[in-house]
Nanobody, 123 residues
């Protein structure tokens, strides 16, 4: 059973930085695409970034391109989301999710989810 545990959320001022971590356990780490999604109250969960398992292909939502960086440490079975130049609009609960196959932005294709971590950006 694949398990994902997020950490690293918190409160930061606009313009600041945070790094989220997602530790994956229970199966071969490099077989999984890992994605970060975020959700604000009243809105649907939306893709922020993903990194594919075998090739490490990366994609970002337009709203975070140039500010966020997704990366992974295979030895630690961990995917990171480095968030720079944070804006109040980035305030959300951030979830990491995983799927065994190739990358996709479709949230319905991710069967494994973490519990979420709150990121709050004050203006």
């Amino acid at each position: 059973q694949v398990q994902l545990v997020e950490s690293g959320g918190g409160l930061v001022q606009a313009g600041g930085s945070l790094r989220l971590s997602c530790e994956v356990s229970g199966d071969t780490f490099t077989g999984y695409t890992v994605a970060w999604f975020r959700q604000t109250p009243g809105k649907e969960r939306e893709l922020t970034a993903y990194i594919s398992g075998s090739l490490g292909l990366i994609n970002y939502a337009d709203a975070v391109k140039g500010r966020f960086t997704i990366s992974r440490d295979i030895a630690k079975n961990t995917v990171y989301l480095q968030m720079n130049r944070l804006e109040p609009e980035d305030t959300a609960v951030y979830y990491c999710a995983a799927r065994y196959y190739g990358p996709t932005p479709d949230i319905r294709e991710y069967p494994h989810w973490g519990q979420g971590t709150q990121v709050t950006v004050s203006s």
